[in-house]
């Protein structure tokens, strides 16, 4: 019995991996739709955030299953429960990929931001890409090293943020109307993915160590 549970354990763990995987393709390619303009890549992700969906709804019932069948303590209990709260991040980040692609199919054949603010928002797609990258590995091999440089990089992408809410509240700012609640919505949908990924850093740290990271760390 308990060679089955270790088994289950592993099962979870791998499935976080493979949900991971599909968020980190999403990202990278909702954010190459939203710099490029390109439509056909951005119907794609938003398609196959069904995927995305489906696998973490698998993974919960699997973990509500072991919950319920093993009753699991200490580091056990604490993977299982780390990986419901890291199942639904993941599947959130999936619909921040899937609004940054939504955006890109609206707005095209058009750009979706004027061309002031494209280099920040080719900046901030990169860093998503990478962080996004950066939590496959992470969740691969729980080294906090990594989940360290997330938190890095996570600060960027709110530095860039707050610049974007600067430059479009500013005096100089030539945008119409569409503009501004498009800018507001990316870059929100850009730093909302990072401050998920964030999160799981730190439930992963609590997994490796049995510690809390204060949210305000």
Do not use: C
């Amino acid at each position: 019995m308990r060679e089955v549970f270790q088994q289950e354990l592993r099962e979870v763990q791998d499935r976080l991996v493979e949900i991971s995987t599909l968020v980190a393709s999403s990202i990278e390619n909702a954010t190459r739709a939203f710099n490029e303009s390109n439509v056909s890549l951005a119907e794609a992700v938003i398609a196959d955030d069904d995927q995305i969906d489906t696998a973490a709804a698998e993974l919960d019932e699997l973990a509500i299953n072991i919950l319920a069948r093993q009753q699991p303590v200490a580091r056990d209990l604490r993977i299982v429960v780390s990986a419901l709260r890291i199942s639904a991040s993941l599947e959130r980040m999936g619909d921040m990929a899937e609004h940054i692609a939504q955006l890109a199919r609206y707005r095209f054949p058009d750009k979706v931001v004027p061309k002031s603010l494209r280099p920040t928002f080719a900046e901030m797609g990169a860093l998503d890409v990478q962080i996004a990258k950066k939590l496959v590995e992470l969740l691969k091999t729980e080294d906090l090293k990594i989940a360290e440089d997330i938190r890095n990089e996570d600060d960027k992408i709110d530095a860039l943020h707050l610049s974007v809410f600067d430059k479009v509240l500013g005096e100089t700012w030539k945008g119409a109307a569409v503009d501004t609640v498009d800018a507001t919505l990316a870059s929100r949908y850009h730093e909302r993915f990072a401050d998920h990924a964030v999160s799981i850093a730190k439930k992963v740290q609590y997994l490796a160590t049995g510690d809390w990271i204060p949210t305000d760390s």
